[in-house]
């Protein structure tokens, strides 16, 4: 069956550290993946996608790294604050033309 | 910044009632969406729209469920006959092009009692 896992449902980290999420997929080929910041009681705030022939993407403090060959996908955040405390979704668009499917997501806290 | 906008944030209703959410997408979008989250639980996809027709609908979109494009501005999601299992975050979401990030409303909690 098709599965996207997220590594842990929660993680804790100091500040100033480098924040690493794990995205794995089974049974999908997906053309796109996208992270999504959500915060309690609110929607889903998009960070950034990667498309399928795209190793890396990044923007200001944020990076995602995209392997098919492993199925995965990493999403750092550097430097990271207190500000940066969220849950954070992995989504994949299987074609480029169905809708998204989200992971469950990984909470993330950074302790001052 | 364009925003998508959703009313009302909360909505309790009695079970077997029917309510209707609603959405005022990003002006310039075309495709839109309707997704829910149950408390805890993974955010899940309902329904796509484009071209004022349903482009994609998941097993949870059953017929109880409708939606609809009244005017060029707003986009809502119509239960039937509400159920307890009906209650959840309901978000409304657009995007530019099909294969772009999804703008999202900040929801509507519906409580079904």
């Known amino acids: 069956s098709q599965k996207i896992e997220q590594n842990s449902e929660a993680l804790n980290i100091q500040e100033g550290k480098t924040a690493t999420l794990t995205c794995n997929y089974t049974?999908?080929?997906?053309?796109?993946l996208q992270w999504y910041r959500q915060d309690p009681g609110r929607g889903p705030v998009f960070l950034l996608l990667?498309?399928?022939?795209?190793k890396e993407k990044r923007k200001e403090r944020l990076k995602v790294t995209f392997d098919t060959t492993l199925k995965q996908s990493l999403f750092h955040i550097t430097a990271s604050q207190p500000a940066d405390s969220a849950t954070y979704l992995c989504?994949?668009?299987?074609?480029?033309?169905?809708?998204?499917?989200f992971g469950k997501g990984t909470r993330l806290s950074v302790i001052a | 910044e364009p925003e998508v906008t959703q009313t009302p944030s909360h909505q309790v209703t009695q079970m077997g009632q029917e309510v209707i959410l609603r959405c005022v997408p990003i002006?310039?979008?075309?495709?839109f969406y309707w997704y829910r989250q149950i408390l805890g639980q993974k955010v899940e996809f309902l329904v796509s729209?484009?071209?004022?027709?349903?482009?994609?609908k998941s097993e949870i979109f059953d017929d109880q469920f409708s939606v609809e494009r009244p005017d060029g501005s707003n986009f809502t999601l119509k239960i039937r006959s509400t159920k307890l299992e009906d209650s959840a975050m309901y978000f409304c979401?657009?995007?530019?092009?099909?294969?772009?990030?999804?703008?999202f409303g900040q929801g509507t909690r519906l409580t079904v009692v």
């Open positions: 989504a994949l668009d299987v074609s480029g033309n169905t809708p998204l499917v």
């Open positions: 729209f484009y071209n004022n027709e349903i482009s994609e």
């Open positions: 990667i498309r399928e022939n795209e």
């Open positions: 002006s310039n979008h075309l495709y």
């Open positions: 049974n999908y080929s997906p053309a796109y």
């Open positions: 979401a657009s995007s530019e092009l099909r294969a772009r990030e999804a703008f």
